[in-house]
């Protein structure tokens, strides 16, 4: 600092004690917490899984779709096992249908059964008369949609009519 030339001898002597005190590995970040986007992610599955077992959302949905058809197998399968015990036991009437046979209506009843009713379609009378309801000009009283007492709405400039 003075103007003399720098001591290289006591510059290498820094400089290695220097290097000495710094420490061998490099300086890990002060937190070494876990990633947020993790931490996120886990939350989130974490709020799923809960709705779920309260039954809301799609996996909510899902679980309660599961539960039923388990319900439903353990029903048929009692269905079956007191049909079997019956079997022998009493005579079925003649016209008694198997729930494990025919699960839904048998092709007797399907075919007897009434065809939907096709709703009317529209006259020409009701199609011109909906037709003119739809393109007839709107009332003024309608369009009009200025709030009242609102007088600074004057001095802005809005298209109240367009």
Not at 33 to 48: A, G, I, Q, S
Not at 126 to 148: F, S
Request: aromatic share 2%; no cysteine.
């Amino acid at each position: 600092m003075d103007g003399r030339a720098p001591d290289l001898a006591r510059l290498l002597t820094a400089t290695e004690s220097l290097i000495r005190l710094l420490p061998s590995e490099p300086p890990q970040p002060p937190s070494r917490r876990e990633d947020p986007r993790e931490h996120m992610l886990k939350t989130y599955l974490e709020m799923r899984r809960r709705g779920a077992l309260a039954g809301e959302g799609l996996d909510g949905l899902k679980l309660t779709v599961e539960r039923l058809k388990a319900e439903l197998s353990n029903k048929d399968a009692r269905i079956a096992e007191l049909e079997a015990q019956l079997a022998g036991s009493v005579p079925l009437p003649p016209n008694a249908v198997k729930l494990h046979d025919n699960p839904g209506r048998s092709s007797a009843a399907a075919s007897a059964a009434p065809p939907k009713p096709v709703p009317p379609q529209p006259t020409d009378e009701e199609r011109a008369r909906a037709l003119a309801i739809a393109n007839a000009p709107v009332p003024q009283h309608i369009r009009d949609t200025r709030p009242p007492n609102e007088a600074w709405r004057n001095f802005v400039r809005i298209d109240w009519e367009g």
